[in-house]
Each structure stands twice: as C-alpha cells, then as structure tokens.
C-alpha cells in the first residue's frame, strides 16, 4: 500500500473520499488496512468502469491515492483457473486505450489467461508494487529496469512504445533551432535526468552549443503547457501525450526525443516505455505472458487502423477537440514497435552510455552498460 501526502491528518478524522471511474463493467475488490488513523474492512465492489482508483480529503488536507493492493479490477468473463496476470497501470496512462481495446473488440474472450488491472497513481507507485510482489507486470523504462536488474531483482523488459517526448514552443515563437534555445526559459517535465534533457544537452555539446544560460523551470508536465500558454516560458519539453495536446491547438514541436537521438548518429528507432516484470515469473508463466505482449501489439495496431475501434476509446483521452484527438492518435500510432532486434538494442546500449555520462550515474546507475537480460526476449 503506498500514500501520497499532503499534510498530516488527525487519528480522529474521517476522510472523505471519492472514486473516480471510467469506461466498462468490472468486478473491482478492495481490501484497505490499517493506514495511519483509517481502517476499513474487507469490501466488494461493482463498477461502470474501464479503471478506478480513489482519492481521500481531510479537513487537516490529508490527501491519498490508495492503490496497489486497494483495487485489483477483473474482466469479465474470464475463468479463475487460467494462469493469472496483475499488471499495474496508471488510472489515466495511455496503456489504458489498449486495455480498453481488448475489451472492447473480444481480444481477451480466447485468450489463455486472466488479466487483472491493478491502477496506480504514479509511475513511483508502480515501481514500488512490482518490487513488493503487489503485480506481476507494469509499464515503465529500460534503463529503470537495466539499474534495478543490477541490484538482483531480475526484472526484464518487453518494449511497448516507441513514442518519445518533444520540445515544443508557440506557433509564433522565434525559437526555431536548438541554437535558439540558448539563454531561453525552458519547462522540463522530467525534471533535471529527464532523458531528452539530458541527451539534448548531449546534441548541443556536440554541435558546440552552449545551454548553460538555459533557465530550466521543472514542473508536472501540465502545470508546464499552462506555463507555455501564459508565456511565462519559451519552451516546454513535455511527455509526447502532452506535447501532442499542445500541437492540437496550434503549438509547434521543434524536436522530438526520436530526432535527438537520429541527431547524435543513432538510425535506429528505440523504444522508450515497455512492460516490466521479474525474469522469473516470465519464465514461469511465458505462455501467459507472451500471449499478452502479443494480444496487446494488436489491440495497438486495432486502434491505429480501425476509426471505430479508436472512437470507443476517446473518451479515455480526455481530449476536447478533434483537432487533439486527431494529433493524439497521430503520435500514439508513431509510436508502435516496428522492430525490437540486435540492431535496436545496440543502439540502446549507444543512448545508455550519454544518459549514464550525462547524469553521472544519478539515472542509469553505477554500471556503465546496461545489464545483461534486461530485455526480454518474445518467443
């Protein structure tokens, strides 16, 4: 169980919470021990849902998002004697328009297992549910997974999404080049190891370009478009979903993470995001698993291809025009895994090593390599 708080509640409080759903029909059970000043006992619960997850409000400002083992969401219609798969996802990530794709089109009506959704709040509390045996699979980085492989838990990683974030200024901006970003006021949403601020700073280096007039405002990546919009800064590097909303309404992507990395010599597109999970579960349950990443590529390629398919899932995007829908899909669909081989994975090797450099060690670790089996290998 993981909270994220804002302030300390009294023992004597009672705190006033509210689940936030979306989408399709699930069995959703909660099971919430004692946390600080609240106990609640075993319940069952029924919802009109694609993902729930719950957020709790004191008088005192205590606020919680209760998850791991809060919520564990069933499909229905899937046999308990299957071989079972937790798989941790954030309650609005983008991984949900596939989850909800293969409800929607009956991709999970043959398959060999059964998947249970268990929503996060961040991608933080995910890495703690999969290290705590809370899930079997969640959805993060290979170089989170090769610096936890080095320290024995055996993780893995099977790519998911080759979707990179992007810099992106105003449509009137002067800023045209990374030389014109020298001295401006940037949004990083990553923070300081964000990796395409790191491998930016990697380019400019490079091309002899010095950013170290650069004024970096970090922040959550939608505080920072807002930021963008009032013109409090010049540019923005955000996560691709949040760039995309910005290129909808008009806003323009000088660079993305794709282009960086084509910039320092690298040809190859390398995935950024993918599942995660212990080598040795995988191994123990491949044909669950494998069948998954395979039913999962599928659901991705539906929504890509099929304009009903991708219609059913809009509303989980929150978009509010179809200007942002469209440029949406657009990236999403960029970002499908055309190919994951040795020629990849030796270019993840290449952006390892300016990554490990760059941030000395603080992102990657202390091996200067990524750690042997860090990728899955797809049977």
């Known amino acids: 169980m993981v909270l994220i708080r804002e302030s300390k509640a009294t023992a004597h409080e009672k705190p006033q919470c509210i689940m936030h759903t979306?989408?399709?029909?699930y069995n959703a059970y909660a099971a919430i021990a004692e946390i600080a000043f609240l106990e609640m006992p075993f319940k069952r619960f029924v919802f009109q849902s694609t993902l729930s997850f719950m957020t709790c409000k004191t008088r005192s400002g205590f606020h919680a998002f209760f998850i791991t083992s809060l919520l564990l969401l069933s499909f229905p219609g899937q046999s308990a004697d299957k071989p079972s798969i937790r798989l941790g996802a954030l309650a609005f990530g983008t991984v949900n328009w596939e989850l909800a794709a293969l409800k929607n089109e009956g991709l999970?009506?043959?398959?060999e297992f059964t998947l249970h959704i268990v929503p996060m709040a961040t991608p933080q509390a995910g890495k703690i549910a999969l290290q705590s045996n809370a899930v079997d699979v969640i959805v993060s980085d290979w170089i989170w997974t090769s610096r936890m492989r080095g320290t024995g838990t055996g993780f893995t990683f099977y790519?998911?999404?080759a979707t990179s974030g992007a810099i992106v200024v105003a449509a009137d901006s002067p800023v045209n080049t990374l030389q014109d970003l020298a001295d401006k006021r940037i949004g990083i949403a990553g923070g300081e190891l964000d990796k395409n601020w790191l491998l930016l700073q990697a380019l400019a280096r490079d091309k002899n370009i010095d950013l170290s007039g650069v004024n970096k405002i970090y922040g959550a990546p939608p505080l920072l478009n807002q930021q963008l919009k009032q013109q409090r800064i010049d540019a923005v590097i955000n996560y691709w979903h949040f760039a995309a909303r910005l290129e909808g309404e008009g806003y323009r992507?000088?660079?993305?993470?794709?282009?960086?990395i084509r910039s320092l010599g690298i040809p190859q597109t390398v995935p950024t995001l993918g599942y995660v999970f212990r080598q040795s579960w995988g191994e123990s349950q491949s044909e669950a698993i494998?069948?998954?990443?395979?039913?999962t590529r599928n659901a991705k390629n539906l929504l890509c291809t099929n304009d009903a398919a991708w219609q059913k899932v809009?509303?989980?995007?929150q978009a509010n025009t179809p200007e942002v829908q469209q440029k949406l899909r657009e990236r999403y669909c960029q970002g499908r895994v055309q190919q994951?081989?040795?020629?990849q994975q030796q270019a993840a090797q290449t952006i390892y090593h300016h990554l490990h450099a760059l941030s000395a060690g603080k992102l990657t670790g202390t091996s200067d390599t990524i750690t042997p089996g860090t990728f899955w290998q797809l049977h």
């Open 22 to 25: 979306l989408g399709f029909e």
């Open 108 to 111: 999970l009506n043959t398959a």
């Open 253 to 260: 992507t000088i660079m993305k993470g794709t282009d960086i």
């Open 159 to 161: 790519p998911y999404s």
């Open 314 to 317: 809009v509303p989980l995007s």
């Open 340 to 343: 994951w081989g040795i020629a």
């Open 290 to 295: 494998n069948a998954f990443l395979q039913l």
